[in-house]
């Protein structure tokens, strides 16, 4: 074997890490925290919040970019042929088995934080599986494909912080939050569809995008946000915190303003609306989960 093959027989560290895409972790860990912020424990128990958040980003969110990755490596040799598996950097069959493994390790962490992060572990990878691998491949639908990814990012890591932290079934007001974010986080996934239409219509992917157009799908993503933001809001209401709603409220309309730029060019601004106003709806999440935390 040749010095330029054999240095290609293992991915690098740097490659893997490229694989688990660190900067995808980041609202699975932010959804934990409102969970666990929502519990009321969080500070009393940090040490189980930050192990929790470690299970939601480093373990499974990454399995989820790994299966993801793998499966669709044909579609990135079109849309980003630089990504790890295309480019030969993570050769052979390495994706498959970083993807396999790492499933295993966000298993055993599960499992060491207790019969409700176990269970959140279980069906969150069954869901990263089911996503991207077939038969299911829950991708190639774009209406399915992004429920199941917004409940992953967003409503099963925040019942798992809830439920940890709290050492119970959360009740029925943090399980509705949860819910409802969860819907709008599946706006949130088609704007991240729209880099990808051209690989995606060539592989028969029907993500909504290619399913609407993008100016369509743009415009129903928004509508899907700001719905279930407004739903909250009423929640909210309905139990008093008007504060917390009036606080929402000012976030929505934030967000409306930079709608209006994002629908002139969807795709050319969606990477901004990403930065903008999806950051507000995150933090919309953090001020409901104060909302709902119990007199303690």
């Given at each position: ?25 980041f ?5 934990f925290g ?12 940090w ?12 373990f ?34 390495w ?6 493994s ?14 409700f992060?176990?269970?959140?572990t ?5 869901l ?7 038969p299911?491949?829950?991708k190639?639908?774009?209406?399915w ?8 990012y ?21 399980l ?6 969860s ?5 949130i ?17 029907f993500?909504?995008?290619v ?7 743009a415009?129903?993503a ?6 279930a933001?407004?739903a909250?809001v009423?929640?909210?209401v ?10 929402i409220?000012?976030l ?12 002139k ?8 609306y ?7 709806y ?6 409901t989960?104060f ?6």
């Amino acid at each position: 074997m040749s010095a330029p093959a054999a240095a290609i027989s293992r991915p690098s560290l740097l490659a893997v890490l490229e694989l688990l895409k660190p900067i995808t972790w980041f609202a699975p860990i932010w959804a934990f925290g409102c969970g666990a912020v929502s519990a009321g424990h969080m500070s009393a128990h940090w040490p189980l919040a930050i192990a929790g958040m470690v299970l939601a980003g480093p373990f499974v969110c990454a399995t989820s970019q790994a299966v993801n990755d793998w499966y669709d490596r044909d579609v990135d040799a079109i849309n980003q042929p630089e990504r790890p598996i295309p480019s030969g950097r993570i050769p052979g069959q390495w994706g498959f088995f970083i993807a396999v493994s790492w499933s295993g390790l966000s298993l055993l962490w599960g499992f060491a934080l207790g019969r409700f992060a176990f269970a959140a572990t279980i069906f969150g990878l069954a869901l990263a599986w089911a996503y991207s691998a077939p038969p299911l491949r829950l991708k190639r639908n774009g209406w399915w494909g992004n429920a199941a990814v917004a409940l992953c990012y967003e409503g099963l890591p925040w019942f798992t912080g809830a439920a940890v932290l709290g050492g119970a079934m959360p009740a029925s007001p943090v399980l509705l939050a949860a819910l409802l974010y969860s819907i709008g986080a599946h706006g949130i996934m088609t704007l991240n569809d729209f880099k990808s239409v051209e690989g995606d219509r060539a592989t028969g992917i029907f993500s909504l995008p290619v399913r609407l157009g993008v100016d369509r799908a743009a415009r129903l993503a928004c509508v899907i946000m700001g719905l279930a933001q407004l739903a909250v809001v009423a929640l909210l209401v309905q139990w008093g915190a008007w504060q917390s709603a009036g606080v929402i409220i000012a976030l929505v309309l934030v967000q409306a303003v930079l709608m209006r730029r994002l629908l002139k060019d969807p795709r050319a601004y969606a990477p901004w609306y990403n930065g903008t106003g999806t950051t507000l709806y995150v933090i919309g999440m953090l001020v409901t989960a104060f909302a709902l935390r119990p007199e303690i």
